[in-house]
């Protein structure tokens, strides 16, 4: 059983940076698909960044060059560094992860087993 816990997110203004973390439990770091999706009010589920066990990361146009999706293994932690903070950024964050490789990008993930409760990240002007 795969246990993800979000945390990290806050309010900060536009042009800033944020951190989110995802404290993760019960995967195998020898195959998995870890990754970050996001809601605003009114509009559908987004995915952002997806990392696979093998290294290989995959964005959404929209946050490549200001995101970057990490994992601390030792720490079993997924983290989410957000750069260049935009207001269209703005949303509930949701880690999201199967025990076993991604397969696809993240444009054309959508369906994961396990999920965080969420935590909201504000971008105001």
């Known amino acids: 059983q795969v246990e993800l816990v979000e945390s990290g997110g806050g309010s900060v203004q536009v042009g800033g940076s944020l951190r989110l973390s995802c404290a993760a439990s019960g995967y195998s770091d020898s195959s998995y698909c870890l990754a970050w999706f996001r809601q605003s009010p009114g509009k559908e589920r987004e995915g952002v960044a997806a990392l696979d066990s093998d290294g290989s990361a995959s964005y959404v146009d929209s946050v490549k060059e200001r995101f970057t999706i990490s994992i601390d293994n030792g720490k079993s932690t997924l983290y989410l560094q957000m750069n260049s903070l935009k207001p269209e950024d703005a949303g509930v964050y949701y880690c999201?992860?199967?025990?076993?490789?991604?397969?696809?990008?993240?444009?054309?993930?959508?369906?994961?087993?396990?999920w965080g409760q969420g935590t909201q990240v504000t971008v105001s002007s």
């Open positions: 999201a992860g199967q025990s076993y490789a991604c397969g696809a990008t993240i444009e054309t993930m959508s369906y994961f087993p396990y």
